[in-house]
């Protein structure tokens, strides 16, 4: 990035925080930044933690003047950290949290750091709905921008192809408009670049659904031995489902509920919930996962289980508390599911910690092409396997990565690609480029160089500058 004279009086425009290193409340407020307990070393010369949206355009005039490079923050909930870069300035936009409905368009306003949990609720509320993280305390801001894979996505889409409209800061500070009709290039960009665009998004426009008036689980737990057998079930059967049937597969340690032996063994779990108008709709969409043909063999089975968006985030939160330490990595594959959780279930047989588990859901994201168009993020496979290395003890830290980055080499043979918001970037360079298709790669860096030819922004996160504390 090119310095430029420090501007007398930039930083007594920011009306919110500005922490600098080597200030008091500098290491609190930077392990804050990450929602993760495995917090990475990495630490900026600067945090400023906007009051409003009328300080992100001085912060970014700041930056420029003392010639730091930008990272930004909206919920903190990147498992590695992404937001906290060395050197440079973190900014921070985890109060940027109100949002409004208008039920009449069907649409609503958001700034960055609102959270399903926040706006699930209030959506529900109004007969409303939206394809929002898995996990109650992600923000949108960083989840949308990687293209959110997300509740319902088989039906609805990734949640990026419902944004409408943007407001974005430049890295000259200028804030835009952007649609598909205003500002196109930053928009299509905003729409998938994840970690690595080159603005800062203060507020989004995205569209809302009718509200599933029926939600149903159905859960079915074998041993971990029958993982091929249930997966080709599970893949089969999931082909003639309606979009609006969330299927997943989930090698993990089994749940108390499952079983009462000691230790609780390996399972290979078919899991699967349905988004329905009404109950005969939701009665015809999950009769095919009802009755297994080798059903015998289940430890433990749960069908037709009613449930609702908020219990969907309490089990989420159940699995993915905040006190824990966390690591994960994505793959697209062209492969079959059966043949890469065959070679994931030897790693997950040996997993060095019960809470870890590899997560394949069986169709991640519509296959609509219309709700797929001008965005940067791209299905990469017709498979997506995402495992996930959960602990506690950070003595444990090097063990637990080592399970994930051995995981990884087992079944990167058959990869197509990553997905950026859960790739790990700190394992090998080629994730970043890794996570879109060729032309949108060479597309994303052409348009970084049009608006941001000074390198304002950081890029994404390299091998070279990873690690934790």
């Known amino acids: 990035m090119r310095e430029h004279p420090q501007a007398h009086g930039v930083e007594g425009r920011v009306e919110g925080q500005i922490v600098r290193r080597g200030d008091v409340a500098y290491e609190p407020v930077r392990t804050s930044m990450v929602w993760n307990g495995l917090t990475p070393g990495r630490r900026p010369e600067v945090i400023v933690r906007v009051a409003s949206e009328r300080d992100v355009p001085a912060a970014v005039r700041m930056a420029r003047a003392e010639g730091l490079r930008i990272a930004v923050r909206a919920g903190g909930h990147n498992w590695f950290g992404t937001s906290l870069r060395d050197g440079g300035m973190l900014l921070d936009l985890s109060r940027l949290r109100r949002f409004e409905i208008d039920t009449a368009s069907a649409t609503a306003t958001v700034q960055p750091a609102v959270r399903g949990q926040d706006l699930m609720p209030a959506l529900a509320r109004e007969s409303l709905a939206f394809p929002?993280?898995?996990?109650?305390?992600?923000?949108?801001?960083?989840?949308?921008?990687?293209?959110?894979?997300?509740?319902?996505?088989?039906?609805?889409?990734?949640?990026?192809?419902?944004?409408?409209?943007?407001?974005?800061?430049?890295?000259?500070?200028?804030?835009?408009?952007?649609?598909?009709?205003?500002?196109?290039?930053?928009?299509?960009?905003?729409?998938?670049?994840?970690?690595?665009?080159?603005?800062?998004?203060?507020?989004?426009?995205?569209?809302?659904?009718?509200?599933?008036?029926?939600?149903?689980?159905?859960?079915?737990?074998?041993?971990?031995?029958?993982?091929?057998?249930?997966?080709?079930?599970?893949?089969?059967?999931?082909?003639?489902?309606?979009?609006?049937?969330?299927?997943?597969?989930?090698?993990?340690?089994?749940?108390?509920?499952?079983?009462?032996?000691?230790?609780?063994?390996?399972?290979?779990?078919?899991?699967?919930?349905?988004f329905a108008g009404t109950d005969e709709e939701a009665d015809a969409s999950l009769a095919p996962l009802r009755d297994c043909p080798f059903g015998d063999r289940a430890l433990f089975s749960d069908t037709d289980r009613p449930t609702s968006f908020d219990a969907l985030y309490a089990d989420s939160a159940a699995v993915w508390p905040p006190e824990h330490r966390y690591a994960a990595d994505t793959l697209w594959s062209d492969e079959d599911f059966t043949t890469l959780l065959a070679k994931l279930s030897e790693s997950a047989a040996a997993c060095p910690s019960d809470q870890s588990l590899v997560l394949a859901p069986v169709l991640p994201v519509s296959t609509d092409e219309r709700l797929l168009r001008d965005m940067a993020f791209s299905v990469l496979g017709r498979s997506y396997v995402v495992p996930y290395a959960v602990w506690d003890d950070p003595a444990e830290d090097a063990v637990q990565m080592r399970w994930l980055r051995e995981a990884m080499h087992t079944v990167e043979p058959f990869g197509t690609g990553h997905y950026i918001a859960e790739a790990d970037l700190t394992a090998a360079a080629s994730r970043a480029e890794r996570s879109f298709a060729p032309a949108d790669w060479q597309r994303l860096r052409a348009l970084r160089a049009a608006y941001d030819p000074d390198g304002v922004f950081h890029s994404y996160l390299t091998p070279e500058e990873g690690g934790a504390s």
């Open 132 to 274: 929002g993280g898995h996990c109650p305390s992600v923000a949108l801001g960083g989840y949308l921008l990687s293209g959110g894979l997300g509740l319902n996505s088989a039906a609805w889409g990734p949640a990026c192809a419902s944004v409408l409209e943007i407001e974005a800061v430049t890295a000259d500070g200028e804030l835009l408009r952007c649609s598909a009709k205003e500002n196109a290039d930053l928009f299509w960009a905003a729409r998938g670049a994840g970690p690595g665009f080159f603005a800062v998004v203060t507020g989004f426009r995205i569209a809302l659904y009718p509200l599933p008036r029926v939600i149903r689980t159905t859960t079915h737990a074998f041993p971990l031995s029958d993982v091929e057998r249930v997966t080709s079930w599970v893949t089969d059967t999931a082909e003639g489902l309606a979009p609006t049937v969330e299927s997943v597969l989930v090698l993990a340690t089994a749940a108390p509920e499952m079983t009462s032996r000691s230790p609780r063994p390996k399972v290979v779990v078919a899991g699967a919930t349905v």
